[in-house]
């Protein structure tokens, strides 16, 4: 069983991964629709974690912000997934404090992070940053 996890689309196929079985989880499934079939990929490199964020943008995966519950962090970070070399690689700090039950969407190339919760306090986050790609 699992739970909060993410999932993001890019070059046609659907990746799923990370989220809360009886531990934080960092593994990462790429599912090819004309296939049917599922192939386990390389694992998310930072810490297993839920809550987090996902988007695909310019052809490229990518994972990050969110909580792991073994150690009470809340993340700030960014990761980009490559599927075609099946490699991770770190993208950017979001500008915001670590935050889980985040927002995002994309548009126009870019991808836009915010609000969320950050929990040490028990605050409800209003902020937003633009993410633009290298």
Do not use: H
């Not at 052809?59 to 997934?81: A, E, Q, V």
């Amino acid at each position: 069983m699992r739970n909060a996890t993410v999932a993001f689309v890019v070059g046609g196929k659907a990746y799923i991964g990370c989220g809360f079985g009886t531990t934080p989880l960092g593994d990462l499934w790429e599912y090819d629709v004309e296939s049917d079939n599922w192939t386990w990929k390389s694992d998310f490199p930072a810490d297993g974690r839920s809550r987090l964020i996902a988007f695909g943008l310019r052809g490229d995966g990518y994972i990050g912000l969110g909580s792991t519950s073994r150690s009470k962090s809340y993340y700030n970070d960014l990761w980009r997934y490559d599927n075609e070399t099946d490699t991770w690689k770190g993208a950017a700090q979001f500008p915001g404090v670590g935050r889980t039950q985040t927002g995002v969407f994309t548009i126009n190339g870019s991808a836009f992070v915010g609000c969320g919760l950050e929990t040490s306090q028990g605050l409800g986050l209003n902020d937003f940053s633009e993410f633009i790609p290298e």
